[in-house]
């Protein structure tokens, strides 16, 4: 795909330009998405942009670690490799290593299948879900099997994808499973909150290549 026509920086308002730099100082990447300067002609878009990031992908009742590599989750689902790539470096950069970086690539993709089969079954008409229920997903995963890293993780880095890909069942097999880890409701909707301003930075991405 084109990367479009380069923005020069005289083109941003001052404003606009302080909150591209913001993002890099705050997840500690060298350079922003080249899409997110054509996004940023928006002064108010890149600015709510990084407020909503710099708010949401910090410690809190969950580490910034574990929000980054639910960050990098939802960009891989989404699909946005200027944003996947944005978020493996600031994941690193906040201490993970290139190792659960990539595992947190893996689980995103592996949970996307899982999420794609299930979510199936709840658009089959009624009268037929029953003859659908009877099969099974037979899929590896081998991220719940042999968690890469915590298994806390695994399930914080599902719940936020199942939530991006609209599976139900999966939402729900994963909030349940998260809270039998010890997750309590206020720190899942943590997750969702990072998993949803990770959402925005992939579709900004991706709308501006």
Do not use: W
């Amino acid at each position: 795909m084109s990367e479009g026509v380069a923005v020069q920086p005289a083109e941003l308002t001052d404003r606009a330009k302080r909150a591209l730099d913001r993002i890099k100082e705050v997840f500690g990447v060298a350079e922003v998405p080249a899409a997110l300067t054509r996004f940023a002609q928006s002064e108010t878009g890149i600015n709510d942009l990084y407020m909503n990031l710099n708010r949401q992908l910090q410690d809190g009742k969950v580490s910034k670690q574990t929000k980054l590599l639910v960050a990098l989750g939802v960009a891989t689902a989404v699909g946005s490799p200027q944003a996947v790539e944005f978020f493996r470096q600031a994941a690193i950069a906040a201490g993970r290593t290139a190792a659960d970086a990539a595992e947190a690539i893996h689980t995103a993709i592996t949970c996307s299948t899982y999420n794609a089969y299930y979510r199936f079954r709840s658009q089959v008409p009624g009268d037929l879900a029953p003859t659908y229920s009877e099969f099974k997903a037979t899929f590896n995963g081998s991220v719940f099997l042999k968690p890469p890293f915590d298994e806390r993780e695994v399930e914080a880095i599902c719940v936020a994808v199942s939530s991006v890909n609209n599976c139900m069942k999966c939402v729900d097999g994963h909030v349940n499973k998260a809270k039998s880890l010890g997750y309590q409701d206020d720190q899942i909707d943590e997750i969702i909150k990072a998993g949803a301003a990770a959402f925005a930075f992939a579709l900004a991405c991706n709308a501006c290549q």
